[in-house]
């Protein structure tokens, strides 16, 4: 999950992972991964915003077209193009509002909630794999470091007696070539020269041997404690690449569910939007839309052509409230059996209580006009109700 390494540094053995305390980049790799994890939901519930922002302006603008087109003189199969164009625009807006939905709240929950079980806390010491990781790799590194330093110092004095040696020949060398120096003077300086040089030689000799002699014993035991070093410190590491390598899986398998969201091109419902978008292009016809101006505005409309209206007689309506009152006081009685009546013209009743017939219907009457110019009826189906005394006649 982290990020690969740009150029590597001058001093690239410096910077290796066996060196003392160059583990910390593998221990802190946790921390980083877990801010990775905050990145990736912040990214994608940005997308999401932008997904849902894309969705209302879709349906902003189909929905200021469609009134706009509804008013224009465009019909038939032309017009249903024209519409078939927001219909498409509506199943669109409603995809990327549903891809905005899944971005935040399928996504981004699955997210933060295997990062709240793969990265657990411990109280006070950041993450529990961290801390873990340290400490085993503190604890393999402790006598690999702790030789490093014994060798480094022995290392250190090695060398200061090798520049003394040089130091001691490079002053008897210009002792010899300094010319100002009588004959006497140089014997004498050549004579103690010697008994010096002799003497520490001797002191060199024996200093260096043990010098050189304890370095070298130093770099034995690094070099045979180089192998345990190794196999310790690949173990801890091993184990840190494996919890990396879940990582890695899991968030490899979240952008791959991510990418299936925002993949619209294999979208099987996007492909019907356009592919009926395009059918309905395609199915505008000419001669259907002329014949459907002609038939909805030119000559092929329906008309009224004049002919002879016959008078219907006008219709007093029926104060039910005055009827029953004045039937509780006078108490009219029904006509036994009724009187077959016919209807003379149509009439629809305006209330439940009403009949409907047509001209020409024969049926019941079982009451009397009342004085507001109605009847009560029934019909041949077995229905009840009033009816206007003036619309029907006696059948003799």
Same mark, same amino acid.
């Given at each position: ?84 164009? &927001? ?31 793969? &990265? ?33 110092? %022995? ?33 004498k300086v050549t004579e103690a020269r ?40 690949? %173990? ?6 494996e919890e990396e390598r879940k990582r ?34 395609m199915s505008i016809n000419e001669e ?68 409907? &017939?047509?001209?020409?219907?024969? &049926? ?33």
């Amino acid at each position: 999950m982290a990020s690969l390494p740009k150029e590597p540094p001058e001093d690239a053995k410096k910077q290796s992972f066996w060196m003392p305390g160059n583990y910390v980049r593998t221990v802190h790799r946790t921390e980083k991964s877990f801010q990775a994890c905050n990145d990736i939901v912040a990214c994608f519930t940005e997308r999401a915003k932008v997904e849902k922002q894309y969705a209302q302006q879709l349906s902003q603008w189909s929905s200021k077209w469609k009134s706009i087109v509804d008013s224009r003189p465009l019909y038939g199969s032309l017009m249903r193009a024209w519409q078939c164009f &927001f219909t498409s625009t509506e199943r669109l807006s409603a995809l990327h509002s549903s891809i905005s939905q899944s971005l935040m709240v399928e996504e981004g929950g699955r997210v933060k909630t295997w990062q709240k079980e793969i &990265f657990p806390k411990k109280i006070l010491c950041g993450f529990r794999e961290s801390h873990n990781n340290k400490t085993s790799f503190s604890r393999a590194q402790k006598p690999w470091s702790q030789k490093l330093m014994k060798l480094e110092t %022995a290392r250190v004095a090695y060398h200061k007696s090798c520049q003394r040696e040089q130091a001691a020949l490079d002053k008897e060398k210009q002792a010899n070539e300094n010319t100002e120096l009588s004959p006497e003077k140089k014997q004498k300086v050549t004579e103690a020269r010697e008994k010096i040089t002799e003497e520490k030689e001797k002191i060199v000799l024996v200093l260096r041997l043990q010098i050189r002699g304890r370095y070298e014993k130093l770099l034995e035991d690094a070099t045979s404690y180089t192998p345990r070093y190794m196999e310790e410190m690949e %173990a801890i590491f091993d184990e840190a690449q494996e919890e990396e390598r879940k990582r890695i899986s899991f968030l490899k398998q979240a952008f791959l569910s991510i990418h299936r969201h925002l993949d619209v091109t294999n979208d099987e419902s996007v492909k019907a939007v356009y592919s009926e978008l395009h059918h309905t292009l395609m199915s505008i016809n000419e001669e259907d839309d002329l014949k459907w101006w002609k038939n909805n505005h030119g000559p092929g409309m329906p008309t009224d052509w004049p002919k002879i209206a016959e008078w219907v007689p006008p219709i007093k309506k029926l104060n039910r409230k005055k009827r029953e009152q004045k039937q509780k006081r006078e108490n009219r009685p029904v006509m036994i059996g009724g009187v077959k009546v016919r209807a003379m013209y149509d009439y629809v009743g305006e209330e439940g209580d009403e009949l409907s &017939f047509k001209a020409g219907e024969v &049926f019941l009457k079982v009451e009397e006009e009342d004085d507001q110019g109605w009847c009560r009826g029934v019909l041949s189906g077995g229905k009840e109700g009033f009816y206007p005394a003036n619309y029907v006649e006696v059948v003799e």
